[in-house]
């Protein structure tokens, strides 16, 4: 363990920022918009804002209740908190790891997105059809050597803006990206409402049609707004945790995370608004996957006036949401070896960068030269594998983690928790709810786990 000072951030807005960025993500910009369009558009949106105020937020609260109070990482956190109770240390040394996990497979979809930004700004793209931009992106999966060159760049980026620091790296970079992020989505976002037909694109997506909700099966439809709710603010492992233990103690953390939650959503709505419309105004089927963002918008910009520009602008919007991601991972694996191993930050940036790239590699792989590995059955691949690690498993099981830890009188307490939660100035956390807090939400997380592994494995 180091006994340097603890580094805390220069502003109330490096926090906001940085905590906002680790939670924008692929899953705002990529899973968001295509999973809106598959269960019927501003029902699943309604239904997807209450699921996040009710469950991801509060648990929001928690983590950075938990960084906070222990001024340390997810690898020392609960120690600190609870040294009569060893067993929640445990989740320390698991938590850990699976912020590795999560970065084997998400460095190489950040490389995508590189990719994608450097091809588009190239005119790569300058007058495919639908059927060239498909191959091309077949064509960059099967290209060992150009996605590990980009995975490469990922990986540094995330390293080197850790191994500049807290205040001078990690928050300077994500203050500036964050609000690079903003200014183009807002700019994309006007471009696409004002399209030839966007208008049917807008209905779609901010009319409720309740029939919708039926279209897919109720149930069905239920559990992805629960589980995307759940999952786009990264909580569980950590991530949150290192955040609340740069800050100080003048500003509740209940006010704090409504904040970050809601440029969260703004940005996962607003991509919606650039998507929708531009594809009712295109023909595009809104449903598509994910292929839509590599295979039908760039065929859709080329239609577009000034269509490489846009294409550009968009793809560095994605790059910029799963770049922040990155850096704010990395800190946390950084914080990680800092506190547990006394190691400095440089020394262990460089670590990070060196055995994440390492560890990085059969994900990119496993689309070419590993492609006959198939983990979970045929058509899947390395990286549905480490994807289903994370969000099927560590999150929801950290999540019930943090939460039981923080209601629990085996754990850190309701009563510690609240007095950390509400020192300061802004909203308290609603502590009438506590009963709901602690018999109700653990089965919610309990039925998210249970779906998640039935989806998988039971159908």
């Given at each position: 363990m180091?006994?340097?000072p ?10 906001i920022?940085?905590?906002?960025g680790?939670?924008?993500g ?6 968001f ?5 598959k269960?019927?558009g501003?029902v699943?949106v309604?239904?997807?804002i209450l ?8 648990i ?13 990482s997810l690898s020392?956190s609960?120690?600190?908190?609870c040294p009569e ?5 445990l ?19 950040t490389g995508?997105m590189?990719?994608?930004t ?5 005119g790569?793209?300058?007058?495919f ?6 191959n091309?992106?077949n064509?960059l999966?099967?290209?060992p050597?150009e996605?590990?060159f980009w ?6 980026i995330?390293a080197v ?6 205040r ?14 903003l ?12 399209l030839?037909g966007a208008e049917?694109?807008l209905k779609?997506y901010?009319?409720?049609d309740?029939d919708?909700?039926?279209s ?5 439809m239920?559990?992805a ?6 999952f ?5 492992i950590?991530?949150m945790?290192?955040?609340g ?6 500003r509740?953390?209940m006010?704090e995370s409504?904040?970050?939650?809601g440029l969260?959503?703004f940005?996962?709505?607003?991509a919606?608004?650039?998507i929708?419309p531009?594809?009712?105004?295109y023909?595009?089927?809104?449903g598509?996957g994910p ?8 065929n ?10 846009w294409?550009t602008l968009?793809f560095?919007?994605?790059s910029?949401a ?9 800190e946390n694996i950084v914080a990680?070896f800092?506190?547990r191993?006394g190691w400095?930050?440089k020394?262990?940036s460089?670590f ?5 790239f390492?560890?990085?590699?059969p994900?990119?792989?496993g689309?070419?030269?590993w ?13 549905d594998l ?5 969000s ?6 950290g999540?019930?983690v ?15 928790f609240?007095?950390?939660?509400d020192?300061?100035?802004?909203l308290?956390?609603p502590t009438?709810l506590?009963?709901?807090f ?8 309990l039925?998210?786990?249970c779906?998640?592994y ?6």
């Amino acid at each position: 363990m180091s006994d340097k000072p603890r580094e805390t951030f220069a502003s109330r807005l490096g926090f906001i920022f940085l905590s906002a960025g680790c939670a924008i993500g692929l899953g705002n910009v990529w899973r968001f918009p295509f999973i809106t369009g598959k269960y019927g558009g501003a029902v699943f949106v309604l239904i997807y804002i209450l699921f996040l105020l009710i469950l991801a937020m509060p648990i929001m609260v928690m983590e950075f209740s938990v960084g906070r109070a222990s001024v340390q990482s997810l690898s020392r956190s609960f120690t600190v908190l609870c040294p009569e109770h060893k067993i929640w240390s445990l989740w320390g040394y698991i938590g850990w790891a699976g912020n590795y996990i999560l970065m084997m497979f998400y460095t190489t979809v950040t490389g995508w997105m590189l990719a994608y930004t450097y091809y588009s700004a190239a005119g790569a793209f300058t007058g495919f059809d639908s059927e060239a931009t498909g191959n091309f992106f077949n064509s960059l999966l099967a290209s060992p050597n150009e996605l590990i060159f980009w995975l490469a760049v990922s990986v540094l980026i995330g390293a080197v803006v850790c191994w500049a620091g807290l205040r001078k790296g990690v928050e300077r970079i994500t203050k500036a990206m964050m609000c690079g992020l903003l200014v183009i989505m807002i700019a994309l976002a006007v471009r696409s409402v004002t399209l030839e037909g966007a208008e049917k694109g807008l209905k779609f997506y901010l009319y409720p049609d309740f029939d919708e909700m039926f279209s897919e099966g109720l149930g069905t439809m239920l559990y992805a707004a629960l589980g995307q709710a759940f999952f786009t603010l990264s909580i569980g492992i950590g991530s949150m945790a290192i955040f609340g233990s740069y800050i100080e103690k003048d500003r509740s953390l209940m006010g704090e995370s409504l904040i970050i939650t809601g440029l969260d959503t703004f940005v996962a709505l607003t991509a919606g608004l650039i998507i929708f419309p531009a594809c009712f105004a295109y023909g595009i089927n809104p449903g598509a996957g994910p292929g839509l963002i590599f295979v039908t918008l760039p065929n859709m910009f080329n239609h577009m006036p000034s269509g490489r520009i846009w294409g550009t602008l968009f793809f560095l919007f994605m790059s910029f949401a799963a770049l922040s991601t990155v850096i704010a991972v990395f800190e946390n694996i950084v914080a990680c070896f800092m506190d547990r191993l006394g190691w400095p930050r440089k020394k262990s940036s460089i670590f990070l960068g060196i055995s994440m790239f390492i560890l990085s590699l059969p994900c990119a792989l496993g689309f070419n030269v590993w492609s006959s590995v198939q983990p979970l059955g045929a058509g899947t691949g390395i990286l549905d594998l480490e994807d289903f690690i994370v969000s099927n498993n560590l999150l929801p099981i950290g999540s019930m983690v943090y939460l039981l830890f923080c209601v629990s009188r085996y754990g850190w307490g309701w009563d510690k928790f609240i007095a950390e939660a509400d020192q300061g100035k802004g909203l308290k956390f609603p502590t009438a709810l506590r009963f709901y807090f602690t018999y109700v939400a653990p089965v919610i997380i309990l039925v998210i786990l249970c779906v998640g592994y039935y989806q998988t494995f039971g159908k």
